[in-house]
């Protein structure tokens, strides 16, 4: 096959990652699911659901108590807008093969043309750590090089760590994020179906990102993953979660929940690359604790999706803990980018770092809506949060909504925010040195995100910048 | 476009107002001297709160309304300064113009404010600025905590014109504050700085909303708030800039200086910004006074208390020194006695 070829050149991967997205990312394989639920959420697709998967009854319990909140709480009033969401007409399940494999030969060819395609096999090929290869809900490709499974880090889909580890699970499932926070944790928690389970043992070192690629695959089809990340004292971790999904003519919809524990001590890194095709609803609850002297930092870049509502979460629960979050949002044609940060500071010497950066272009919307909160009687706080956003033409907006709520003394909070277009002196500084107009500007766009691009791994730095010169395409003259 | 504002209050004014307090100043007209209006409220008599109580009425009819309006004809320049009085801190000799009397009855309890105890009074502040006028305006008020506040203010400027604006509330009962300034006319320029007070459970909310719709349009306002106790201010700052407002360079800042563990700032600085040819930024800090700071005064012989207080002043001070220099060393006082500044553990 010449496409197969093409994509085993991994330079030529590199050039044609993100080229023209329906080309590319757009072709839908033909549907082979074993078991698929009815369309529209009642109580017995939950339990269909829990079924399939062989659940505890326990874990039945939580989805249901969940669908109970699921039907009771109201929608959002604030942020995007939500109103072509149709809750009834999506499928919430749907199984792809009869078991997870571990081996990349045994599996289907259409499933692996489409990875082949997203260039899996090459990212394990550049020894990338263990990659969970999500397709449709449910883990269908998993592998754990052998030295992280001597070191004791558990890598697994969440249905695996219930079966294997049920204590973990239980003792930390729906902490952070508990069902009734809001209606979509309240719909994940219910129809939750794959996404990843780490957890690393005390003072062990993950000395490469742990990977998952996540990929929707049947049209109206929800995917509601589940990630639950545990560092242990002293440990640390670095995750990465990328997104792509075809293109389908009906919304979709992405509603995750990613919980994460920094023990004492700990030190986790989540990076996300969220590239989803133009007609998705991406509507994430994402939080961490960070307990001790633990470092937590998000890493979050949305290129994709129709709407995205996302605002990565830090508690600060334990003195001398330390969050960071670093965000861009790329909005283009038609796509509203409502993303931002949350930081609570509830324990003394705590500190925090929001930057995030914003692009809209074509008419797009992109707003950071942030928190920052101080509660009284702490000492020694300080948090910092940075938004800088680029409008590329006239008919684009950008918004800013930050939150700062302060009541100690002993807090020193700072925020600062500006909205500019390309600045005329650099566009000429970079033409009069033989740049052409658009290059130039492209070149300005990338040194504008450099500051997230950097903490990528290669890779994903590579794309995101790919990404950003195929988005700009056209934009200038 | 002479006197529509006027004509429009007329209007609009509800049956209750006194008489509408107008400043009208005509075409390229320049005052150098400083036009003060002085708007007193008083206590209510004890008859009036006794029919108050008895039978429920319209909450319009207990409102304690009063409108002010400041119109600039074209390239006219002038100076005026507005300030809120409470008839006990009022003596006859220290206010400068005829003083408006009026008198305020007890009002029922608002969903909004917290006015349970207090007395409501409404103000509602029109100015407008036409082609190429200039005006310097300074707003003080610092009422008593019997009384409530609900501050409504709108300026619109025309082509050219450039409105300076100095706010200082030292209000001690609740109060809502809500501004909205239109940028109109294509070069129009706002100036404005807020110096905000509050201690003890004083509760207050400041909405500023600064809309750009004409090209090239300039804008700065800096708002700046020090809080003691459990006071509770809020400020919302918003930019606004419309697809029509191209070449527009706006800032807004907020700080907050917060001065004793339980008191509580926020902050909601905003833009919305719908065109790309624009340079918006704002920015917001909050935090108690720095120790390298005090650790410094306390070294040059103040004790702690003297210390945090030049802080505080000094914080003020680049909002308050806008002012005329005799009422920026009055405001300095008032700033120093509404925050409690000489004294311990003084509130109710």
């Not at chain 1, 394990?124 to 030295?147: C, P, T, W």
Request: net charge negative; glycine share 6%.
């Amino acid at each position: 096959m010449n496409t197969e070829s093409a994509a085993l050149q991994p330079d030529a991967s590199i050039r044609t990652i993100g080229e023209g997205y329906a080309e590319r990312f757009g072709f839908s394989m033909p549907n082979r699911s074993i078991v698929k639920t009815s369309q529209g959420l009642t109580e017995e697709t939950v339990r269909a659901i829990s079924k399939t998967k062989d659940e505890p009854e326990w874990m039945l319990r939580f989805r249901l108590r969940a669908l109970h909140l699921f039907q009771t709480l109201p929608m959002p009033t604030w942020g995007a807008n939500l109103s072509q969401l149709e809750f009834g007409s999506m499928t919430y399940y749907s199984k792809p093969t009869e078991s997870a494999q571990n081996s990349w030969d045994a599996l289907p060819l259409d499933i692996k043309s489409t990875y082949e395609r997203l260039g899996v096999p090459e990212a394990e090929r550049k020894f990338l750590a263990g990659v969970g290869a999500q397709y449709d809900s449910e883990m269908v490709y998993h592998n754990i090089r052998e030295d992280l499974k001597k070191k004791g880090i558990l890598f697994s889909d969440v249905e695996t760590a219930v079966r294997e580890h049920p204590d973990l699970v239980k003792r930390f499932f729906g902490t952070v994020v508990p069902p009734d926070d809001n209606k979509f944790a309240a719909l994940n928690s219910a129809v939750w179906s794959g996404g990843s389970f780490v957890y690393v043992p005390p003072g062990v070192h993950v000395d490469i990102p742990l990977q998952a690629y996540f990929r929707v695959n049947s049209q109206a089809f929800g995917q509601f993953e589940r990630t639950l990340i545990i560092a242990d004292e002293g440990s640390f971790v670095h995750y990465i979660e990328g997104c792509t999904a075809p293109v389908f003519s009906k919304d979709s919809l992405h509603s995750a929940v990613v919980e994460i524990i920094a023990l004492p001590n700990s030190r986790i890194r989540y990076s996300t690359v969220q590239n989803w095709s133009s007609n998705m609803y991406n509507l994430v609850t994402k939080r961490a604790f960070a307990y001790d002297n633990a470092i937590m930092e998000w890493v979050d870049g949305n290129i994709g999706s129709k709407v995205t509502m996302k605002y990565p979460a830090i508690f600060l629960m334990g003195p001398g803990a330390r969050g960071e979050v670093l965000s861009i949002a790329f909005a283009g044609n038609g796509q509203e980018q409502d993303t931002g940060a949350k930081i609570f500071h509830f324990a003394s010497n705590t500190s925090s770092v929001i930057t995030s950066k914003s692009i809209s272009k074509d008419g797009g919307t992109a707003s950071y809506r942030g928190l920052v909160k101080v509660e009284a009687g702490l000492t020694n706080i300080k948090s910092k949060v940075e938004c800088d956003a680029l409008i590329l033409d006239p008919h684009s907006r950008s918004n800013t909504y930050p939150t700062m709520d302060i009541r100690s003394e002993q807090a020193t909070m700072e925020h600062e925010a500006k909205v500019s277009k390309i600045s005329e002196e650099q566009l000429f500084y970079l033409m009069s040195r033989g740049l052409s107009e658009e290059e130039a500007a492209i070149m300005i766009v990338n040194g504008f995100i450099d500051p997230l691009v950097k903490e990528l791994p290669m890779e994903y730095a590579v794309e995101l910048n790919r990404l950003i010169e195929l988005e700009m395409e056209g934009s200038v003259g | 476009m002479s006197g529509t504002i006027l004509e429009t209050l007329k209007v609009s004014s509800r049956e209750n107002a006194n008489d509408v307090a107008a400043l009208l100043f005509p075409a390229h007209s320049k005052s150098s001297d400083l036009k003060r209006l002085d708007i007193v409220i008083s206590s209510p008599a004890s008859e009036t709160l006794t029919g108050a109580q008895q039978e429920p009425l319209e909450p319009a009819k207990y409102e304690q309304y009063r409108e002010i309006a400041i119109e600039l004809e074209a390239e006219a320049e002038a100076a005026v300064l507005v300030r809120f009085w409470a008839a006990e801190s009022a003596s006859q000799d220290r206010l400068a113009s005829e003083p408006v009397r009026m008198q305020a009855p007890r009002l029922p309890r608002s969903k909004n404010l917290d006015t349970s105890g207090s007395l409501r009074f409404t103000t509602s502040l029109h100015i407008r600025l036409a082609a190429h006028a200039r005006l310097n305006l300074s707003v003080l008020s610092n009422l008593p905590s019997s009384f409530s506040r609900e501050a409504l203010s709108h300026a619109i400027l025309g082509e050219g014109a450039v409105l300076t604006w100095t706010n200082v509330v030292f209000d001690e009962g609740n109060g809502l504050y809500t501004t909205r300034i239109e940028l109109e006319g294509e070069g129009s320029e706002l100036n404005f700085a807020g110096a905000y007070g509050a201690r003890c459970t004083t509760e207050g909310e400041h909405v500023l909303s600064i809309h750009h719709t004409a090209p090239h349009g300039k804008s700065r306002t800096i708002l700046k708030s020090a809080l003691k106790d459990s006071a509770h201010l809020a400020f919302r700052g918003l930019i606004h800039v419309e697809n029509t407002a191209r070449g527009t360079d706006a800032y807004l800042a907020n700080r907050n200086l917060v001065l004793e563990d339980g008191a509580r700032a926020e902050s909601f600085p905003q833009l919305k910004i719908e065109t790309d040819d624009v340079a918006c930024s704002h920015g917001a800090t909050t935090g108690g006074p720095r120790q390298e700071e005090l650790f410094y005064l306390m070294s040059r012989g103040l004790d702690r208390a003297a210390a945090k207080n030049m802080l505080v002043l000094g914080h003020l001070g680049s909002v308050l020194n806008r002012l005329p220099s005799d009422l920026a060393e009055e405001m300095e006082s008032i700033a120093a006695s509404a925050l409690g500044l000489d004294e311990q553990g003084s509130c109710i």
